[in-house]
């Protein structure tokens, strides 16, 4: 059976990257994934001094908003990047957090979707046609941990 997430307040809320659950990233803090996904998308770009406001946000939706301001520019190789920003922030967080990472474990090899009406990328989109890109980094980041646990038992023998 499909698991839908979003919302974090809502079933497996933990999935959300907008859930409070802080990441260290090259000896740098983030209060959310979303915090720091928001950020990368200036390191390097005229607006880079925009990153130290997004990361001291108060909350992931702040973060979100100042990420998203039209206005600033984006670094150039956002499009390319994107993808692998964000597999990095949401194996951090189950590496780092054991209650959620045993979540996604018990989710077994049932299919993740973020149920976004309005994202067709991270998301499904409102007619759940919509890429969901969210949803399989935490089906491929729950893959990897698991390889992760059966080496800690070899290793550990
Ligand atoms: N969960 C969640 C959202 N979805 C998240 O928004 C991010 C995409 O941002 P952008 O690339 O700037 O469009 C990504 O982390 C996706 O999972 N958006 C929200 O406004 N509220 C929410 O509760």
């Given at each position: 059976?499909?698991?839908?997430?979003?919302?974090?307040?809502?079933?497996?809320g933990?999935?959300?990257?907008?859930?409070?659950?802080?990441?260290?990233?090259?000896?740098?803090?983030?209060?959310?994934?979303?915090?720091?996904?928001?950020?990368?998308?200036?390191?390097?770009?005229?607006?880079?001094?925009?990153?130290?406001?997004?990361r001291d946000?108060?909350?992931?939706?702040e973060?979100?908003?100042?990420?998203?301001?039209?206005?600033?520019?984006?670094?150039?190789d956002?499009?390319?990047?994107?993808?692998?920003?964000?597999?990095?922030?949401?194996?951090?967080?189950?590496?780092?957090?054991?209650?959620?990472?045993?979540?996604?474990?018990?989710?077994?090899?049932?299919?993740?979707?973020?149920?976004?009406?309005?994202?067709?990328?991270?998301?499904?989109?409102?007619?759940?046609?919509?890429?969901?890109?969210?949803?399989?980094?935490?089906?491929?980041?729950?893959?990897?941990?698991?390889?992760?646990?059966?080496?800690?038992?070899?290793?550990?023998?």
């Amino acid at each position: 059976m499909t698991i839908y997430f979003y919302k974090v307040w809502q079933p497996y809320g933990c999935f959300s990257n907008f859930s409070p659950h802080s990441i260290e990233i090259q000896g740098t803090y983030w209060s959310t994934v979303e915090h720091y996904y928001q950020a990368q998308k200036f390191v390097g770009s005229v607006d880079a001094a925009i990153i130290p406001t997004i990361r001291d946000s108060r909350t992931p939706e702040e973060a979100a908003a100042l990420g998203r301001c039209s206005s600033r520019q984006l670094r150039p190789d956002w499009d390319f990047v994107k993808i692998i920003v964000m597999r990095e922030a949401v194996l951090k967080k189950f590496l780092t957090h054991a209650d959620i990472r045993e979540v996604l474990l018990s989710t077994g090899n049932e299919v993740l979707v973020e149920n976004s009406s309005c994202d067709y990328f991270w998301g499904c989109g409102a007619d759940k046609t919509g890429q969901n890109h969210l949803g399989k980094i935490l089906m491929s980041v729950r893959e990897e941990i698991r390889k992760l646990q059966v080496l800690s038992v070899v290793y550990r023998e």
